[in-house]
């Protein structure tokens, strides 16, 4: 049967999600620092090997084997450093930071050993060698070396469990998931996703959406990072990846390759165009998104709170794809300056205002969906409007495009 203390790091590993190993070597380092509060010196590099059956443990100063070095001429330079420091801080200058190889290459006594002092410990030592020297362990620990212990094995499990959640999450950079709305915290609104609780930032947020305490929604993972206060899952509503995932989770042959999202232009609250294309021209892609009787666009249209979208059949000619990105207007004529990527489309009297679109929302989606500058004018006429000219309405969110293939599409704990 396992020993008390086994049967406890077990109980820790399970109930934080944590490896053995993990557990482990918290306690290891939780020791060492209660060595080190008791018996030790700032100039030992102390690791603790520790028997969980039985309880015994072993201290040792561990040191790299270094050439020798004038500790007097070291003191000297590092003292004309510190005075250059301090002076180039006087004059309001911001002294240089040594670099990570000037630093490895400096004399550390907590965890070098010049080779002289080695080779009295180990005749045959050699440069780049490791040394462990074994340490006594005069006594038991002390009640504040004990406390030390104890505050280190818990930093060193939440560390750990942080890291952990971390690299759980960036694995799943770009997936959807269904979360729940927790509170409010100024502009930004936490969303319980599991284990954590995501961060929805303003800009990821859809203007014509209110999120509710309670609330059940779909989310992007947008980014994870980790923060000096634990991971950072940062969400999205109005990215228009979730608008291509979702498309892909209701729609079948979006699912299983035979239709794929080309592009999607996005007005995050308003209006969506999506690209779709069928390699083989066997499935109309158009009909499968739409579904019979628009039941499966309209799954979409609620799942994104009312949100207009238009299913549009991308084409790799140029002068079509913009024909089609203006629907539902019909275009009579397009003409395009290839040299500085500009169309102009050319509209019957009674399709001038669809195709342009309420505030020049249809042609300014379209634009970002061909990447072409288009400019609408009416047959016969002399009114032109262009696409670069009708900004955003205020309070909605940017328009992004996001370049086929979909499969590039891909906190804080509770």
Request: with cysteine; charged share 30%.
């Amino acid at each position: 049967m396992s020993s008390p203390i086994v049967q406890a790091i077990k109980q820790i590993s399970e109930e934080k999600n944590l490896s053995y190993e993990t557990v482990m070597n918290a306690i290891q380092t939780a020791l060492a620092a209660a060595y080190r509060k008791d018996f030790g010196n700032k100039n030992q590099n102390i690791e603790i090997e520790f028997d969980p059956e039985t309880g015994a443990m072993k201290a040792t100063d561990v040191k790299v084997v270094v050439e020798d070095v004038d500790l007097e001429a070291l003191a000297l330079e590092e003292e004309a450093e510190k005075k250059a420091r301090e002076e180039m801080i006087a004059r309001g200058e911001t002294p240089p930071m040594p670099s990570e190889d000037e630093l490895k290459e400096r004399f550390n006594p907590k965890t070098d050993m010049m080779i002289t002092e080695a080779r009295t410990h180990k005749a045959d030592a050699e440069l780049g060698e490791v040394l462990r020297l074994s340490l006594e362990i005069p006594a038991e620990f002390g009640r504040m070396a004990a406390q030390t212990a104890k505050q280190v094995v818990t930093q060193k499990l939440r560390e750990a469990e942080r890291q952990m959640i971390h690299d759980e999450f960036k694995k799943r950079e770009g997936e959807i998931m269904i979360g729940t709305v927790q509170r409010r915290e100024g502009r930004v609104v936490l969303v319980d996703i599991g284990r954590v609780a995501g961060i929805m930032l303003p800009e990821d947020q859809v203007p014509t959406e209110n999120y509710r305490s309670g609330g059940r929604l779909k989310v992007l993972i947008r980014a994870v990072q980790l923060g000096s206060k634990g991971p950072e899952i940062l969400l999205s509503r109005s990215a228009p990846e979730i608008v291509a995932k979702i498309f892909t989770q209701e729609i079948p042959e979006i699912g299983n390759g035979v239709v794929e999202v080309k592009r999607v232009a996005r007005e995050a609250g308003a209006r969506t165009k999506i690209a779709v294309w069928c390699p083989d021209g066997s499935v109309d892609p158009i009909g499968s998104c739409i579904g019979q009787r628009g039941t499966r666009i309209q799954t979409i249209i609620a799942e994104l709170g009312g949100e207009k979208i238009d299913v549009i059949e991308w084409a790799e000619d140029d002068m079509q794809f913009i024909k089609n990105a203006l629907s539902p207007a019909k275009v009579a004529r397009v003409e395009l300056n290839v040299e500085i990527k500009t169309a102009t489309v050319f509209v019957v009297a009674d399709q001038f205002s669809l195709a342009i679109g309420k505030g020049g929302q249809n042609v300014r989606l379209a634009a970002k969906l061909t990447g072409w500058v288009i400019n609408v004018q009416q047959e016969g006429g002399t009114e032109v409007v262009s696409s670069a000219e009708t900004p955003v309405e205020e309070g909605a969110a940017p328009v992004v495009v996001e370049e086929a293939p979909v499969e590039k599409i891909e906190t804080q704990i509770v």
